[in-house]
């Protein structure tokens, strides 16, 4: 860490210089204006133009990759908060197709993205999305509400036999991974500009970590709730091989789970640590469920147990996800001073 002098310039004013090397990296010269941010617990943030423009661009080379690394780097540089991505292809060349596919597909996982000019050795794509328009807290809330549905879909598929339902959640895990990558974008953006926390709901930086890992949590209960459509599409019936009573128990299970969860992303949102309690708790009723039911079960075919064991399995770590979500809660409502704690 580097430490600098503050002088006094006049009768109520204090300077402090600039690093020559930062000065030098974001063009920052004199006569030049910075934006300063004043944040919590001491922090001032000083930023030049060249950040808060968001308007960076990323040219991604298509000639030392294949169609799926062009994909991926697209969805990166997408993360990454760029505005505008090109592909090129080397010059004198022309894209081939596989490279033009893997634009289009990208371009159908990711929120706000579109072609805005194509030529046979090159194309370009822009973000239009406006951290504005969105806050954290409310998309972590679609992201948890998307996989509780996708959840509860897959489970009445198994119940009812219905693959239609079935396949109904496995279309909305598309959704849920826009939702995801949207939320990765939002935090890498907000961590390089600062100035954005406030636009997407925050105070300050300090739960952008946090929601990072929240975010993953949520994305990987959507993929659970896809193992269970998986399973409802593939299985004889579109069913499990258990009496009324056995589902039964797997759809009340399957409620606490979503009650957990639902909980798990409020208590984070809302800075609660009394409902992250609840939330530990609350696993705590559920936390042998899985085995319970396992054991149970009457004898039956190896392929049928697997089935029934793959499904609970898949709701117990939905729960697990659940109370990590509690866990970060637990941190983001302590940093602050509240009934529970004082802080000096």
């Known amino acids: 860490m580097e430490t600098r002098k503050v002088q006094r310039l006049g009768p109520s004013t204090l300077a402090m210089t600039l690093p020559a090397e930062w000065a030098k990296a974001y063009d920052v010269e004199k006569g030049d204006e910075v934006s300063i941010r004043i944040g919590e617990k001491g922090m001032l943030t000083v930023m030049p133009e060249s950040v808060q423009q968001e308007e960076s661009e990323a040219t991604i080379h298509a000639d030392s990759l294949d169609s799926d690394a062009v994909e991926r780097a697209i969805v990166a540089q997408y993360v990454l908060g760029r505005r505008v991505i090109h592909v090129e292809a080397p010059e004198g060349e022309t894209l081939d197709s596989a490279t033009i596919n893997a634009v289009y597909n990208a371009e159908t996982q990711l929120m706000g993205l579109g072609v805005i000019e194509e030529r046979p050795e090159r194309i370009a794509i822009r973000c ?145 640590y009394d409902l992250a309690i609840e939330v530990r708790r609350l696993f705590a009723e559920i936390n042998d469920r899985e085995r319970e039911m396992l054991d149970d079960l009457p004898e039956m075919s190896n392929a049928d147990l697997l089935e029934v064991r793959e499904v609970l399995v898949s709701l117990a770590q939905t729960a697990q996800y659940a109370v990590r979500n509690a866990e970060i809660a637990t941190n983001l409502a302590l940093n602050d001073e509240s009934e529970h704690v004082t802080i000096d």
């Open 128 to 272: 239009s999305v406006d951290p504005e328009d969105f806050t954290l807290d409310n998309l972590l809330e679609r992201l948890e509400s998307t996989g509780s549905t996708m959840r509860n879909e897959a489970i009445k598929a198994l119940a009812h036999g219905n693959p239609d339902l079935a396949q109904r959640a496995l279309n909305r895990e598309r959704q849920a991974n826009k939702i995801f990558v949207l939320l990765l974008r939002l935090i890498f953006t907000a961590y390089q500009n600062p100035n954005l926390t406030s636009a997407l709901g925050l105070d300050d930086g300090f739960a952008l970590i946090g929601y990072r890992s929240i975010a993953k949590n949520l994305e990987l209960t959507a993929d659970n709730a896809e193992d269970i459509a998986d399973i409802a599409l593939s299985a004889e019936g579109h069913t499990l091989d258990v009496d009324e009573s056995t589902m039964r128990k797997i759809r009340e299970f399957t409620d606490s789970v979503n009650e957990i969860t639902e909980k798990g992303v409020r208590a984070a949102v809302e800075r609660d």
